[in-house]
Nanobody, 118 residues
Framework: QVQLVESGGGLVQAGGSLRLSCAASGIIFSIMTMRWFRQAPGKQREWVASITGGGNTDYAASVKGRFTISRDNAQNTGYLQMDSLNSEDTAIYYC????????????WGQGTQVTVSS
């Protein structure tokens, strides 16, 4: 059974940084695109960033230049480095990945809370 587990969330002051991790476990043949989403209170879940199996990245306009997505394929782990955080970044952050076991499907983590105090 494949699981995604996020970690690294917490409380940080505005202007600070956090690094989120997303670890995939289970019988995994390959991991295609990994993605980060977030959901702020009272708002819909929104896409934040993606990274393909080949390392190509893409970002939402609201985080471009402040967030960096990366991955360690040997460890089946993805990361989201978040710098210059502001109060609008407060949300539950979820990772998602397309994983082959060997058939491919999308998996979600349980989320990690990020709170930015102003």
């Amino acid at each position: 059974q494949v699981q995604l587990v996020e970690s690294g969330g917490g409380l940080v002051q505005a202007g600070g940084s956090l690094r989120l991790s997303c670890a995939a476990s289970g019988i995994i043949f390959s991991i295609m695109t990994m993605r980060w989403f977030r959901q702020a209170p009272g708002k819909q879940r929104e896409w934040v960033a993606s990274i393909t199996g080949g390392g190509n990245t893409d970002y939402a306009a609201s985080v471009k230049g402040r967030f960096t997505i990366s991955r360690d394929n040997a460890q089946n782990t993805g990361y989201l480095q978040m710098d210059s955080l502001n109060s609008e970044d407060t949300a539950i952050y979820y990772c998602s990945a397309t994983i082959g076991t060997p058939s491919y499907r999308n998996y979600w983590g349980q989320g990690t809370q990020v709170t930015v105090s102003s």
